[in-house]
């Protein structure tokens, strides 16, 4: 088969993928407002009922996550606690590993997902925002990991002819090698028509210095330029927060809540065919520390915005934070594993039943009403 | 102590190989090795006559360059016109008999960890031997004298392939590169299908460690039976049923490792126990008589006595290294890799014939390849992979390359950087799976033309000058004459040499 940009002109699928590094702590980003051990353990970090926003009759959002209100109300946005992978060694190196890997096997699940779809049909396939290829997209056909659209351009400044002298011997060519030039100067076409200055739309807007925003707001361009883009990564860093965690974590919240609320204006109705799912290694424990700080817990949360998710609601287990329910030394345990609200997704982004025992072997799916 | 002769700096002899490893790096020392960092003073000695291709056609001097190598260097196409094609293959296909001292030399510095036995590598950091493995592995394909054994060892890493990803492959995989791929690469294939089914590497990847057989309800793990005989050995239509992976899973059961991390949420086999020992080396492969399913099988139709313990893997091995579906999917392979994505029948048959005739000797086999007419009638008609696409540019603009990452990046982004493959298949080897890789290619050829690939570097105008001009340059590059369109595009496009690196020539071979 061709790796052809038009081969599923129809196809309009993309996943982006939200990794929240350095272990965020759930309990903050979604509050049990009705837990009294919730508050107990938090005599200094706790978040009032009153100071968040209601999502239903145990959980209120983090004010600072304001902006995504609008999606929750629209059923475009689901939240599941407790979620997460089976680490318990609470090594950020040894969680992100496995959940990036989606188990204990080689290559990223992202990467297997898109490597399970056939050959990539576009040079753009799957990219990350990263200096450096994160490992869940390890294995993928073809992955580019950029930080400006420019990057993707080839050079005018130095040969300006070199783009038309090259198509022209690609003209002369005939069978597969010949379509392949085609498609891809299509793309960079399309990617060269992409005014990266020109503003977002429907009103959004992003912040200029913020890496994560200007992240998501070139994946924006990319989906929009129909370049062919399956899967994009975009993590937001800093998650880590042993110290005074309100005094780091706040500007982190923020920059999550309007930056995905500015995604979802910019994409429109591109909302429908475009994923975006928001996970992180572990949460953090129930207990604040001597240090107005959280350490490495279990339990985190995963939001999943967009794509035709089943949103406007809590979803998955929930068994509440009395002690008994606690796992040792006093963490949200993982009641929600990742790959069963990762599964339903990747299925409507196209992966089906064989495809996903490659995707997540070893595992017996129970996927989620995600 | 004895001279180190080249075959065994080559394959064996890993203590004495380290050994002269260290005296080298004294006697180079510290500046050398900086040099080395900053890819410089790596460039291949070019000197006398360069003559490049005179014939429009891919000649068969040309097309065996572009097969049997991972593209030529300047002047290697004179070399091999002066000698023969035939000669150059028996030369090929004799490794050991091949100068290689700037090989040598640039991956020198490696050494010492990748000769380290395996319990050694098994207490470095988990994050250092593959970045090396990969550096070191890129390097050889692009300096090694040793070309056919590059591109077989390539081959073979597909075809046995182990993402080193996965658990202790992180320490292992180093181990099976060199007592699996690069000792039997050009040997004989029974052979390395006994070293790969019990190199710690593959026994953790494909879960043979915790095949075993306790109480008389446990189940084999198939996961290893399975891709032995349909990714290793027979092909996934050669004749083998449910019943005989189950089969083939049992007499496999009881082999282990000690390892070294936990998978699947547990320390399998901390610490072991074999022959008398209280505790395994870490990476130490062993039977365990008691995990073992000690009774009767039969796999393909084959009867395996029961007690037999130990011995059953050989009689397995035997079973599938010997089976007419083994030849021909083998024999399907190497003509995939050799002579097209689709390989006629006659020549798959002639291979298979050879392979089964030798008992699976892998230079006689090449060899009845490397005849077919079929080879030779299919020059320029295969696609490159990004990795040979690569190394081929590199070799051509004689690149002085440290091979780290701002290369090995540009493999990741046309998905091909080495030990990167997540299933057991191995990348593919058609063309169809590379074509969305154009764009990186040309990117690719842009920066290397230019000088913008940190750690590589080319001398444009004096492999112009070396070369006698544009019309010479542009036939070493192509590995024939530029026809007018190329030529014409050469000049025009601002930058020629990118131009034809570039160019569906460049991408053919």
């Known amino acids: 088969m061709l790796a052809n940009l038009s081969a599923n002109p129809d196809d309009k699928r993309t996943l982006v993928v939200v990794f929240l590094r350095g272990g965020a702590d759930g309990l ?64 950020h190196f040894e969680a992100q590993d496995l959940m990036e890997h989606g188990g204990f096997v080689a290559g990223g699940w992202l990467g297997r997902f898109l490597r399970a779809r056939g050959p990539a049909r576009s040079p753009l396939s799957a990219v990350a925002l990263s200096p450096t290829m994160p490992e869940v997209l390890s294995g993928a056909p073809s992955a580019a990991a950029f930080q400006r659209i420019e990057e993707f351009s080839i050079g005018k400044k130095s040969a300006p002819n070199f783009p038309a002298e090259l198509r022209r011997l690609y003209e002369k060519e005939t069978g597969a090698l ?73 500007d982190n919240i923020k920059s999550l809540g309007s930056g995905l609320a500015s995604f979802r204006r910019d994409m429109g109705a591109r909302m429908a065919t475009t994923t975006v799912v928001v996970m992180s290694e572990f949460g953090r424990r129930l207990g604040e520390n001597s240090s107005l700080g959280t350490d490495h817990g279990r339990g985190g949360v995963m939001f999943a915005m967009g794509g035709g998710v089943r949103g ?46 490659k995707i997540f072997p070893d595992y017996a799916l129970k996927p989620l009403e995600v | 102590m004895k001279p180190v002769s080249r075959r065994e700096f080559l394959l064996t002899g890993a203590a004495a190989v380290a050994f002269s490893a260290v005296i080298f790096r004294s006697a180079q020392g510290m500046l050398k090795d900086g040099q080395q960092y900053f890819g410089r003073g790596l460039a291949r000695p070019v000197d006398g006559k360069l003559p490049p291709p005179a014939s429009g056609e891919l000649d068969p001097v040309a097309h065996t360059l572009n097969r049997l190598t991972f593209g030529p260097t300047p002047g290697e196409y004179g070399r091999v016109a002066k000698m023969g094609v035939a000669a150059f293959i028996e030369e090929q296909l004799a490794p050991e008999t091949i100068e290689n001292g700037l090989c040598n030399r640039v991956t020198a510095r490696f050494c010492d960890l990748w000769y380290e036995p395996l319990m050694e590598q098994y207490d470095e950091d988990e994050e250092t031997l593959t970045p090396i ?15 056919l054994f590059e591109v077989m060892c390539e081959f073979w890493s597909d075809h046995f392939n182990i993402d080193p990803g996965k658990g202790d492959c992180r320490w292992s995989k180093v181990g099976d590169d060199r007592d699996v791929v690069r000792k039997h690469a050009l040997g004989n294939f029974r052979d390395m299908l006994r070293a790969s089914a019990l190199s710690p590497a593959m026994l953790w990847y494909l879960d043979g460690h915790a095949n075993e057989k306790r109480k008389p309800e446990d189940k084999a793990n198939e996961n290893y039976a399975r891709e ?23 007499c496999l059961t009881g082999w282990t490792l000690r390892s070294k991390r936990k998978g699947g949420g547990m320390f399998a086999n901390a610490k072991g126990r074999s022959k008398g ?35 059953d893997i050989e009689r397995v091995i035997d079973i599938v290294a010997t089976h007419a579906s083994t030849a021909r999917f083998l024999a399907t392979k190497l003509c995939r890799r050799f002579i097209a994505d689709e390989p006629a029948e006659s020549a798959v048959a002639a291979v298979a014939q050879k392979f089964t005739e030798s008992k699976g000797d892998i230079k006689a086999t090449l060899r009845a390849l490397f005849a077919t007419p079929e080879f030779l009638s299919s020059a320029g008609e295969k696609m490159k992979r990004p990795f040979h696409y690569i190394v081929s540019a590199l070799r051509v603009t004689n690149a002085q390359t440290n091979g780290d990452k701002p290369v090995l990046q540009f493999l990741e982004k046309m998905g091909q950087a080495p030990f990167r493959y997540p299933t057991p298949d191995g990348y593919p080897l058609e063309a169809s799976a590379w074509h969305a890789t154009l764009l990186w290619r040309w990117k690719f050829a842009l920066a290397l033309s230019n000088n913008q690939i940190g750690g590589t570097s080319i001398e444009r105008a004096k492999l112009q000058r070396q ?39 460049f991408q053919r071979c």
């Open chain 2, 467 to 505: 070369l006698g001009g544009d019309t010479a340059l542009m036939a070493t590059l192509l590995n024939r004459r530029a026809s007018a369109d190329e030529a014409d595009a050469f000049l025009k496009s601002g930058d020629g040499l990118a131009l034809l690196l570039a160019s569906p020539g």
């Open chain 2, 277 to 311: 020992k209280l505790f395994n080396e870490l990476g130490e492969v062993y039977f365990r008589p008691e995990a073992h399913d000690g009774d009767a099988k039969t796999v393909l139709g084959q009867a395996i006595p029961a007690g037999l313990g130990a011995g």
């Open chain 1, 178 to 250: 010949r379509d392949a030039a085609k498609n891809t100067f299509a793309a960079i076409g399309r990617i060269e028509a992409i005014d990266t200055k020109a503003a977002p739309e429907n009103g959004a807007t992003y912040e200029e210095k913020d890496g994560f925003h200007q992240g998501l707001r070139q994946v924006a361009q990319l989906i929009r330029a129909d370049v062919g883009l399956d899967a994009a990564s975009v993590d937001l860093n800093g998650w880590d927060t042993h110290f005074t965690q309100n005094l780091v974590i706040d």
């Open chain 1, 28 to 91: 903050t980003l979604v509050v049990p407002t009705e837990d009294d051990h919730y508050y107990k353990a938090r005599p200094r970090l706790a978040l009032g009922k009153k100071d968040t926003i209601k999502l239903d009759e145990k959980f209120g959002l983090n004010p600072n996550l304001a902006p995504l209100e609008a999606a929750w109300k629209d059923g475009d946005l689901a939240i599941i606690h407790a979620a997460g992978c089976e680490d318990t060694t609470r090594s």
């Open chain 1, 312 to 357: 406007g609601k809590m979803l998955g287990t929930w068994n509440g934070l009395t002690r008994e329910m606690l796992e040792d030394p006093g963490d949200l345990p993982v009641w929600n594993n990742y790959r069963d609200i990762l599964a339903p997704i990747l299925t409507r982004h196209g992966a089906n039943a064989e495809a996903m025992g």
């Open chain 2, 228 to 250: 032995l005989m349909e990714l290793h050995t027979l092909g996934v239509h050669g004749g083998y049923s449910q019943q005989d992976v189950m089969e083939v899973a049992r």
């Open chain 2, 133 to 147: 493995l990969r550096q070191l592995t890129t390097l050889r394909a692009i300096y090694s004298n040793q070309q």
